[in-house]
Structure formats: C-alpha cells, structure tokens
C-alpha cells in the first residue's frame, strides 16, 4: 500500500482532533451537574433524566466503529466536519428543548454525531503524522481531555447556578461550530490518505506495475524480453463491493445491537432493580455478537479488518484501554459516594478531593511520550497499569474517618497511572494499525473508552449491595477490591505490547524496500 504525496496541514489537524475530544468530555462531565435541575424545571421522572444519558451512551457506543469505517472510505475531515456540526446543532436544539422527550431523543440523535466525530479525531492525527510522531499529538489529546473532565463540574455548577441547566448545553456550541467550519475549510489537504487497492485485487497483494523500468526495458544487447511473472497471469481477480457493499451494512448492524445491548445491560445493571433487565440485555448482546463473528468471517470486506484484530499489540492496547477505564470509573463512582454520603462533602469539596487525579492527568500527558522513547510501550505502560493498582489498592483501604491526604494520594495516583496507560496504549493502537483503517481502530478505542467506564460503574453498584451494613465506605466492602482485580488485569494486557526494540517500527509486516525494489508494506 503506498502513500499519495499530499501537503500536510497539521495545525488544523491537531486544533479539530484536541478541541473535538475536549467538548466530549465537557460535555459528560457538566451534563452531570445540570440532570438534577433539569429534572425540576421539566417535571420529568428520574428515570427518564438517567435516559438523556443512556441515550447518549447507547449511541456512541453502537456506531463508534461503523463511523470510523466511514472516515476511512470516505474521509476523516469530512466525517468529523458532519459530526462536529451536527453536535452543535444538537446541543443548541436541546438548549431549547420544551420538554423532556425533546432532549431525549436529541441526545441519543447527539450521541450519533458524537459517533462519527470521535473516531475522526484519531484518524485524522493517524493519517496527518508519522506513525513515530504520534505519541505528542495523542498526549496533547489526552491531556485536553484530563483538562475538560476536570473543569466540567467547575464550570457546569457555575452555569446552572446562574443560568440554568439550558447554558451548559449552548457551552459547547461555539468550538464544535468553529471546529466543524475548520475541518471543511482544510478538507483532506492535511492528510496522507493511503492509495487504494486496485480493482479486484487483495489488501494482501503488493501492486504490480505494469511500465518497465529503466533496468528491466528491453534493449538488443540484452535478450528477448523477461516473460510477465506467473503469479499475475495465475491469479483470478476477486470482485471489489462498492457503494453501500463496502461498509458491511449488516456487519455494522449486528455489532450496533451487540454493542448498545451490551452498554443498555451494564446501564441497567447498575440500577436499583435492574440486575435482570440488565443480564437479559447482555446476553443478547452476547447473541448478536456470535452471529457477527459468523457473518464477518463470510464478508468480502468485513466491517472488522482481520489484519487488525490479528495485531496482538491493537487487541493488547484495547484491553489495557477497557480494563484501565473500568477500574478508574468504577473507584471514581465508590469514591464520589463515600465523600459526599459518608463524609458529608458538598460536591465542591469532593471535586477538592480528587482534583489530583485530574492533575496528574494534565501535567503527565506530555511526559508520556518521552517516557515511551526511552523505555518502550511494554515497560512503559506496565509501570502505569503497577501504579494504578496501587491507587486502586489504596482507596480500597480507605475507612469512614480518611483524612484529605490518603484521599488525594489514592487520586493522584489513579491520575498518574491511567493518562500514561491512555496515552501509551492509544499511540500503540493508531500506530500499529495500517493507515486505511485509522478510523476503525479509532473507533475501536473509543469503544474501549465507552464500555470500560459502563463496565466498572455495574461491577461496582452489585458489588455494593451485597455489602449493606457497609454502604459506601471502601474498607467495609468487596467492591473497591474487585476493581483493584480488573486494574490488576490491565498488567498482563500491557506486557503484551511492543518493547523498545520495536518502537521504531511503523507497523508489524512493514518491510523496507531494497534498492531496487519499490515500497510495499504489509498490513
């Protein structure tokens, strides 16, 4: 597969990838805050409020991978640009919503273009850097979005107390307008977009060129002409699908049940009562997931490239991705109660609390690309997944009368653990994945991102009611301890990643052409 030489624009890349994944993350953190008074100004039922989250999450969730497939058929500017506008115009329709159904059903249409702009912003770094500068943009990336989770609640409670709930959703209009407007305006300039394969032939097969070169032209001191290679007149061209065909609609299809159903039964899950609702759930997706495999091994162009989920490191990275978010939002969400419930916080106070994580995430970010340098992704990221744990561990020790101190050591160390597994295990999952399919391992790492925090937030609330006289006190309880379990898991995932030996690699298969050979890469 070679490369088209285009002019690279990174600036704008950069500025859409960093401020689109920034007002995602702004945008969970200070819907948060804004429920409770949305609840009252619209008369709505608590169910129906936890629904303008579920909505959401059931959305992005079921189209994250199927987006990143469009970015690569079709172009990540474009996807991102559909996506970014759509969210502003989503947000300011809910601004204006009259009643409850309104904002319900344009938050689940929100968590569609939320869909199609997330994968888009690590497609687009993917295709804009060299696969061994990667690890800064990512890092910027992350530390934006440890930046937008942190200010969230800050900024959120301002807003609602002086404005109401309806200002938090008009924040975000103004940078995914300006970000959506960007991508338009630079288009695919600021991309190295992959050629694409020639009609009938494989994703495997390197391109044959058919114009002798200079060395291999006939000439009359040379002989007859070389006869053409046996493996172009032995090979029976396969039909490439196009248009629709080429998406996989009924891949994309049956891994939206798969997945929404999954994310709906973790949800569900994690609600007073709803333990069956939520097993029936997952077991469907259990269903729709065994028919997708089936299927995918039968697709001409699966919605799923083999190639990458053969890569050992983007399967490893993804479990580092899914185990590390489970156990953080998991210890978040035990964390968040025991402060206020038992402690008796107000909600500032708890943010007080825990603003080290935050911290950590922010000032850590750009360390991590330095760190991956010199000591590689495996170790790199074994080092962060140990830290973790221990923060894990940490909490889970924490009694009724924990002081700010043992709070903000246990925080500060969940920070600093999981932005250099982000930051590590991303750059190893954009990296390691071939360049025409930047946006489906995008998407896959969002999915990671999604399902692991449904994950540890429905581990932690049935673990918690099986230790009533307890409640929410970390030390009186099983359920800290069992995500210090999943943060554990996160080790044996990262030892899998490449050591230091192969960080100047682009890729697993790439080979470096002789000199008188031409380039081919394989995926």
């Known amino acids: 597969m070679t490369a088209r030489p285009v002019t690279v624009r990174r600036g704008p890349v950069l500025a859409c990838s960093v401020v689109g994944a920034?007002?995602?993350?702004?945008?969970?953190?200070?819907?948060?805050?804004?429920?409770?008074?949305?609840q009252r100004d619209l008369h709505a039922g608590l169910g129906q409020v936890q629904w303008t989250s579920t909505g959401y999450l059931v959305?992005?969730?079921?189209?994250?991978?199927?987006?990143?497939?469009?970015?690569?058929?079709?172009?990540?500017?474009?996807?991102?640009?559909v996506g970014a506008l759509g969210f502003a115009a989503t947000s300011a329709g809910i601004a204006l919503a009259p009643g409850i159904g309104a904002v319900i059903a344009l938050r689940v249409l929100q968590g569609v273009c939320g869909?199609?702009?997330?994968?888009?912003?690590?497609?687009?770094?993917?295709?804009?850097?060299?696969?061994?500068?990667?690890?800064?943009?990512?890092?910027?990336?992350?530390?934006?979005?440890?930046?937008?989770?942190?200010?969230?609640?800050?900024i959120g409670g301002a807003l609602v107390s002086a404005y109401g709930w309806r200002s938090v959703f008009l924040l975000g209009v103004p940078p995914t307008l300006a970000i959506g407007l960007l991508a338009l305006a630079t288009g695919e300039r600021g991309t190295r977009r992959p050629a694409?394969?020639?009609?009938?032939?494989?994703?495997?097969?390197?391109?044959?060129?058919?114009?002798?070169?200079?060395?291999?032209?006939?000439?009359?001191?040379?002989?007859?002409?070389?006869?053409?290679?046996?493996?172009?007149?032995?090979?029976?061209?396969?039909?490439?699908?196009?248009?629709?065909?080429?998406?996989?609609?009924?891949?994309?299809?049956?891994?939206?049940?798969?997945?929404?159903?999954l994310v709906h039964g973790l949800v569900e899950a994690a609600r007073p009562g709803g333990a069956v609702p939520g097993l029936l759930?997952?077991?469907?997706?259990?269903?729709?997931?065994?028919?997708?495999?089936?299927?995918?091994?039968?697709?001409t162009r699966p919605l799923l490239p083999a190639e990458l989920l053969r890569s050992v490191p983007v399967v490893a990275g993804l479990a580092v991705l899914l185990a590390a978010s489970a156990a953080l939002f998991g210890s978040l969400f035990v964390a968040t109660y025991f402060l206020q419930d038992v402690q008796g916080l107000d909600p500032l106070g708890c943010?007080?609390?825990?603003?080290?994580?935050?911290?950590?995430?922010?000032?850590?970010?750009?360390?991590?690309?330095?760190?991956?340098?010199r000591f590689g992704p495996r170790r790199t990221a074994t080092a962060g997944a140990l830290v973790l744990s221990l923060g894990v561990v940490l909490l889970s020790r924490l009694d009724a009368r924990a002081g700010a101190a043992p709070v903000g050591v246990s925080?500060?160390?969940?920070?600093?653990?999981?932005?250099?597994?982000?930051?590590?295990?991303?750059?190893?999952?954009?990296?390691?994945?071939?360049?025409?399919?930047?946006g489906v391992a995008g998407g896959l790492q969002q999915t990671a991102m999604n399902i692991g925090p449904a994950l540890g937030v429905a581990v932690a609330t049935l673990l918690l009611a099986l230790a009533p006289l307890g409640g929410f006190v970390p030390a009186a309880g099983v359920a800290v301890p069992a995500l210090a379990v999943i943060a554990a898991l996160a080790v044996p995932a990262a030892l899998a990643l490449p050591g230091a030996a192969d960080r100047g690699r682009t890729r697993p298969g790439t080979t470096s052409p002789g000199p008188d050979r031409g380039a081919c890469v394989r995926s």
């Open 22 to 38: 920034a007002v995602v993350a702004l945008d969970g953190t200070v819907l948060t805050v804004a429920q409770p008074a949305l």
């Open 59 to 81: 959305a992005v969730a079921s189209l994250l991978v199927f987006a990143g497939r469009l970015g690569d058929r079709y172009g990540h500017h474009r996807v991102f640009a």
């Open 115 to 154: 869909a199609l702009l997330q994968p888009a912003t690590l497609g687009m770094l993917r295709t804009a850097y060299p696969p061994e500068r990667l690890g800064t943009p990512i890092a910027v990336r992350t530390a934006a979005i440890g930046l937008a989770a942190a200010a969230g609640p800050l």
């Open 196 to 261: 694409a394969p020639a009609e009938g032939r494989g994703a495997h097969e390197p391109s044959i060129s058919h114009a002798p070169s200079r060395s291999d032209a006939p000439n009359a001191s040379s002989g007859p002409a070389p006869r053409p290679p046996r493996q172009a007149a032995a090979t029976t061209p396969r039909p490439t699908p196009a248009g629709l065909s080429a998406l996989d609609p009924v891949g994309a299809l049956l891994l939206a049940a798969a997945l929404g159903l």
């Open 281 to 299: 759930a997952c077991a469907g997706a259990a269903v729709a997931g065994v028919v997708l495999a089936r299927h995918e091994r039968r697709a």
């Open 351 to 373: 943010a007080l609390r825990v603003l080290p994580l935050a911290v950590l995430m922010v000032l850590g970010a750009p360390l991590c690309p330095p760190l991956q340098r």
């Open 411 to 438: 925080a500060a160390l969940l920070g600093a653990g999981f932005v250099v597994l982000m930051v590590t295990a991303t750059s190893v999952v954009v990296h390691r994945a071939p360049e025409a399919h930047a």
